[in-house]
């Protein structure tokens, strides 16, 4: 079945620091992928997509690219403030009518003033 | 646009009590789908409708939990009789789609359940 692989956290960093978060996948077929973020007491929220393969997705100084061949779709920001505090989760839907969204487990991430 | 509204946000019931928890999609979304998120881990899909019926309901367990959407607008799930492996936030989340954005999901703040 589809799967979603995060690295695992909790992430501190230092703001203005570079972030990566890693996520690979396994899916048939052609998946859309997605990261959502979670703020403390707040519901998931959707973060950036991407729909097809070399796709980049962008939202807030956060990038994914849909790299087909490593199946990854790694969450980059260049430089990360305080606010960006929060539990980031990948996850992916197949191609098709049902939409089911599978989601990793999270990974925490802390930004230190 | 309001967005996905859930209630209660949170609850402490009691093993073998039950529990309904509700949630109203953002208006015109056709598809509504309910989330379980045990602490640590990510939501899993428990059950997802299309307007009032359901498309997916294989990972929900069926001796205790049902749910129903019956107007195709806002749903209710409920647990009965809960166990303490229940605890968790519920989530709910809707999407449409007939639109640009179908395959994208809209949550709500989550239901916090403590079975004790």
């Known amino acids: 079945g589809d799967s979603v692989t995060q690295m695992e956290g909790p992430v501190t960093l230092s703001e203005e620091a570079f972030l990566t978060i890693n996520c690979t996948y396994t899916a048939t077929g052609y998946p859309s992928l997605f990261w959502y973020v979670q703020y403390p007491g707040e519901g998931l929220q959707l973060l950036l997509k991407?729909?097809?393969?070399?796709d980049k997705g962008s939202n807030k100084g956060f990038e994914a690219t849909y790299r087909k061949e490593t199946t990854s779709f790694h969450l980059e920001k260049g430089s990360v403030q305080v606010s960006d505090s929060a539990v980031y989760f990948c996850a992916l839907t197949r191609s098709g009518s049902a939409r089911q969204l599978t989601f990793g487990s999270g990974t925490q991430l802390t930004v230190l003033p | 646009e309001a967005g996905v509204a859930q209630s209660p946000r949170y609850k402490i019931i009691e093993k073998r009590q039950s529990v309904a928890f509700w949630c109203n999609p953002i208006?015109?979304?056709?598809?509504l789908y309910w989330y379980q998120q045990i602490l640590g881990q990510g939501p899993k899909l428990l059950i997802q409708?299309?307007?009032?019926?359901?498309?997916?309901d294989s990972q929900l367990p069926k001796d205790r939990f049902s749910a129903e959407r019956l107007k195709g607008v806002d749903s209710t799930l409920k647990i009965q009789p809960a166990k303490l492996e229940d605890s968790a936030v519920y989530l709910c989340?809707?999407?449409?789609?007939?639109?640009?954005?179908?395959?994208?999901?809209?949550f709500g703040p989550g239901t916090r359940l403590t079975v004790l």
């Open positions: 409708f299309q307007n009032n019926g359901v498309v997916d």
């Open positions: 989340a809707s999407s449409n789609p007939g639109q640009g954005s179908g395959d994208t999901q809209y």
């Open positions: 208006s015109g979304h056709a598809t």
């Open positions: 991407a729909t097809k393969a070399d």
